[in-house]
């Protein structure tokens, strides 16, 4: 999901250059933010936001299945455990709604390289992974063996 996100995103990714330009991080050669419809820096962002669909495609069913979860967990409902089971069995059965956190945490780290400001990226990670960290600890989602 954060490979996904990253590659997804790499249009937004510019970095500024000595004579003022800026231009993709991954292709130097593009620049960025040209109000010419020939380059290739406005085909690139159509293409990423397009694509950007399939990750929140996925994002929107598991938040429908975390929603269904416990109505089908109470009707015994076996074939949607068959079919679904993969997004749950991680979890403990009342911290399910847990991938959710899992699934955002890695989004948002997906969008850091956005920012341009390397103290920003860091401040934005550790505060991610700090809310990350007391959340899991204080509600314990993963199943022990």
Known sequence: SISVTVTILQPLQ???NPNGQWTAQA???????QHDVDGDHPIMLVVGIL???VPVA??????KL??????ALKAEDTQFMRSYGFVFFRFRPHAHWYI?????RSVVVGLVPIIPDSFAQVY???IVFLVC???CVYYQPWRIP
Do not use: T
């Not at 292709?27 to 933010?33: L, N």
């Not at 975390?66 to 109505?71: D, E």
């Not at 959710?100 to 955002?104: P, Q």
């Open 27 to 33: 292709y130097e050669d593009v620049i960025c933010w």
């Open 58 to 63: 996925m994002f929107a069913k598991v938040f």
């Open 14 to 16: 510019c970095n500024l």
């Open 133 to 135: 960290l007391i959340s």
């Open 100 to 104: 959710l956190v899992i699934m955002s």
């Open 124 to 126: 934005v990670l550790q």
């Open 51 to 53: 694509a950007l669909f």
């Open 66 to 71: 975390v929603r269904q979860f416990p109505s």
